[in-house]
């Protein structure tokens, strides 16, 4: 569940302040952090602005050319790849022009030079191994898209203002107050649909028991935003790299590291939505192919517009917004990757391709989650028709599932999805790691989460129907408040795959086989529980009226947060020092931050565009809502409007 990622992250925090957390076993009483080469350095930018000054990124390989008690440390330090950055290697921000510079074809040197005085004092020298990201004060970034991104802004903004206008004063111009593919745009209309909390008296019937999905969003939001907080400082340049190095010491920080398994989560609340609201569909009407390819450009229209949108940010306004080291670094290198990248992500292919590349990685989960809405639909096309085939369809999917998992890592000698984040892998943004390649990203590695959602909502929906009430079960509710315990408990196993010795690989298989899906099967078993009315206050809380308003914001949020916290830190000229406290500072401050700029891109990008479409299909006409108290025939739901509006978008 999404509020147990974040509580496992709190874990984190907790266990990096607790006293004693902060040595080393390799590190001898004769050694000492301030006796290694800085892994990372930055000159200082604002002393290299002068005219023909030249400050690049540079990554060096330490070597000695006489026999090094402490670079052979450095190699023993560093064979421990699961938990510490290579040593062996330094990352450097120079200002190469003090080391005198000719041209182009003289900089590496000239860095190889700034670099060895360094590395004096400690009887190393550097050799370069890549020079990238120079920069002179004359240097200004340019986007070929920019002009195209400028006219599409502009537009948006006289769209948004005409649209207004009229609907505030729709009496003067009556001929387009009625125009809804003009009105789609208004911020009258869109604000009040924002800020709506809807009544139980105002909700389908079917549908108040999905209000506990809204407190998920928000809590998932957090728990993403705080994981991907580590995932910044392990990208940008540090001063203290030991600290993330220690996270791999500590409980706390090694059950920080098996959140991924709980993406399954959302897998399933998609799976689950898109099934139930096909069931009511087909009360009333046929689930055709033509509305399968409909349910299909619905879950696109309603992804791509925000998508899309902050990529091109990214490519264009994005690093014009600031300067630095850093910010060449986390900023102008994300904006020239995305221009080579952007169409993968406009087909949601970009789980796919080789890693290595900053170019809003976190969206991964947007191609999983199309391309499980694509297989889901087609498996609706038969269950609807035949649904004495859901259970061993379900059935043999899922245990092919484990199986495939379970030979795929024995026999390519894979080890778990926790054991991929080393500090050195992530801070390459996964180049070469076979796990996440394999084990983590293909849709067909999730496809348990989405197939346990689909089962789910085809379970509450027969309940539903003849009234059978899963609240007064007893092994059922016992079942159901034991689920979380039994899916946090799966998810900190994991942990023993961190340990200093490596477990077999028969129980490596296993474990990478089954881990995400219990977590699945337990999760699907609290929702169920959840939107079956079992008494607890954890639901309670979720199935508060005021997740409504955030709950929206959550795609938007989620799109958004790396960019707002990737600027934050990338706008500090200085090196970067990482901490419990300043980690907890950037999760507030990004948190913040992402609510109030995804406010605008909800009003003016997300929303106008999902009234758009339902304006283009015919979906704007009123609804009338069954009052609960009467129990009527079930209302029509029309399939695509209702999965538009409950759609639950997550994280990753």
Not at 494 to 504: D, K, N, S
Not at 611 to 633: D, H, M, R, Y
Request: hydrophobic share 45%; net charge positive.
């Amino acid at each position: 569940m999404k509020c147990y990622k974040t509580l496992l992250s709190i874990c984190f925090v907790i266990a990096t302040l607790w006293p004693g957390c902060v040595g080393d076993p390799m590190m001898s009483n004769d050694t000492t952090y301030l006796d290694l080469p800085p892994l990372f350095h930055l000159d200082e930018w604002s002393q290299c602005q002068r005219p023909k000054d030249v400050y690049c990124i540079v990554d060096a390989a330490l070597v000695s050319s006489s026999p090094s008690p402490l670079f052979d440390y450095l190699k023993a330090y560093s064979s421990k790849t699961q938990k510490h950055y290579n040593r062996t290697l330094v990352h450097r921000g120079v200002c190469i022009s003090k080391c005198g510079v000719e041209g182009p074809d003289t900089w590496s040197d000239a860095a190889e030079r700034c670099l060895n005085n360094s590395l004096e004092e400690y009887g190393l020298q550097a050799k370069v191994l890549t020079l990238h990201f120079c920069k002179t004060p004359e240097t200004v970034y340019r986007s070929p898209s920019t002009g195209s991104f400028n006219i599409v802004v502009l537009s948006l903004l006289v769209l948004t203002s005409l649209a207004t206008g009229i609907h505030i004063f729709g009496g003067r111009c009556a001929r387009f107050a009625d125009n809804k593919f003009l009105l789609a745009f208004s911020l009258k209309q869109n604000w009040q649909i924002f800020k709506r909390i809807r009544s139980e008296s105002q909700i389908d019937y079917r549908t108040k028991d999905l209000a506990c999905l809204e407190g998920l969003r928000f809590l998932g939001t957090i728990g993403v935003i705080f994981t991907h907080v580590t995932l910044i400082y392990v990208f940008s340049y540090i001063d203290n790299p030991e600290f993330i190095e220690h996270m791999f010491e500590q409980l706390g920080g090694k059950a920080a590291f098996n959140t991924p398994l709980w993406m399954q989560v959302f897998f399933s609340i998609s799976g689950f939505l898109t099934t139930y609201f096909v069931l009511i569909y087909t009360e009333s009407g046929s689930f055709t192919f033509i509305k399968c390819l409909l349910s299909f450009a619905n879950r696109y229209i309603r992804l791509t517009p925000v998508a899309l949108f902050a990529l091109w940010f990214t490519i264009t306004w994005y690093p014009h917004l600031g300067s630095g080291p850093q910010w060449v670094w986390l900023i102008e290198r994300e904006a020239q990757d995305c221009s080579e990248r952007w169409w993968y992500h406009a087909l949601y292919i970009h789980n796919y391709i080789p890693l290595g590349k900053f170019c809003m990685g976190h969206t991964w989960y947007l191609a999983a989650d199309m391309q499980l809405h694509v297989i889901g639909l087609l498996l609706l096309l038969i269950f609807v028709k035949c649904r004495r085939a859901v259970k061993p369809v379900v059935f043999v999917l899922i245990v092919g599932s484990i199986i495939a998992t379970g030979l795929t890592a024995y026999f390519l000698h894979l080890t778990p999805i926790i054991t991929a984040q080393s500090p050195e892998i992530v801070s390459s943004m996964f180049r070469g790691s076979r796990i996440m390649k394999i084990l983590y990203l293909p849709v067909w590695m999730n496809l348990s989460g989405y197939l346990f959602g689909l089962a789910t909502a085809f379970i509450y929906y027969h309940n539903q129907t003849i009234g059978y009430k899963l609240s007064e079960v007893k092994w059922f509710k016992l079942l159901f408040h034991a689920s979380m315990s039994v899916a946090g408990a799966m998810s900190l196993a994991g942990v023993v795959f961190l340990g200093e010795t490596a477990p077999p690989q028969w129980l490596s298989a296993l474990y990478s086989s089954l881990d995400r899906v219990i977590i699945a099967l337990c999760f699907n078993i609290f929702l169920l529980g959840c939107l079956s009315n079992c008494k607890s206050i954890l639901r309670d809380i979720l199935a508060w009226q005021g997740f409504q308003i955030v709950g929206r914001l959550t795609y938007a949020v989620f799109i958004v947060h790396f960019i707002i916290m990737r600027m934050t830190v990338a706008c500090n000229t200085q090196i970067g020092h990482v901490s419990a406290y300043s980690m907890i500072s950037l999760l507030v401050v990004g948190t913040v931050l992402s609510y109030l700029v995804a406010i605008p891109v909800y009003l003016f990008i997300e929303l106008p565009s999902i009234q758009l479409w339902k304006a283009l299909i015919g979906l704007n006409s009123t609804k009338k809502v069954a009052p609960e108290t009467s129990q009527p025939a079930p209302s029509k739901i029309d399939l695509v409007m209702s999965t538009q509006r409950n759609n639950i978008q997550g994280i990753a």
